[in-house]
């Protein structure tokens, strides 16, 4: 008799020809368990994930906010990578809501309404816009400087010999 730990491992107990099968998302919220493991989500809450399907330059997007530790991240669905969100009063209600970046891509495209559960287009400030302005601190003082020195090696007259 074989009295090992693993020895019933691989074999099932019951009626012949019947098997069972381990599902991969056992809340079936759409976001596999994996997924919901790993981020720190309870894959047997269907609550805690808010599917995003959105069409964004032409593509259909799909994706889903996944609720961990009090904040959502966003996983997307097609490419299997998760983004930050970030929290935000878009409309002036006191309530914020979830912005999404949906591609990766220009800052937050689309915000999330936890009251009203609508998706809406994001059209406030991103980081690029934010990034932009920054270069402009640095090239003025630049530009400022080069004009300087051209101005001086025009304005002071040669020495000639």
Known sequence: MDTTVNKNIGTSIGIPGQTFIIPKDYDTD???????IDLGSDPKNADDSIRVSVTL????EDGYLILVQDKFIY???DE??????????????????????V???NGYD????H??????PYTGENKDDEKDWTMYLVLIPLVSLLGIICFLYI????KEK
């Open 30 to 36: 759409g976001v596999p368990d994996t997924i919901e």
């Open 57 to 60: 330059n032409e593509k259909f």
């Open 155 to 158: 304005s002071f007259p040669k």
């Open 80 to 101: 299997n990578i998760t983004r930050e969100t970030k929290q935000e009063d878009v409309n002036g209600d006191g309530v914020n809501e979830t912005l999404i970046n």
């Open 110 to 113: 689309f915000f999330y309404n």
């Open 103 to 105: 591609d990766g891509i």
């Open 115 to 120: 009251v009203t559960q609508e998706i809406g």
């Open 75 to 77: 996983w997307d669905k």
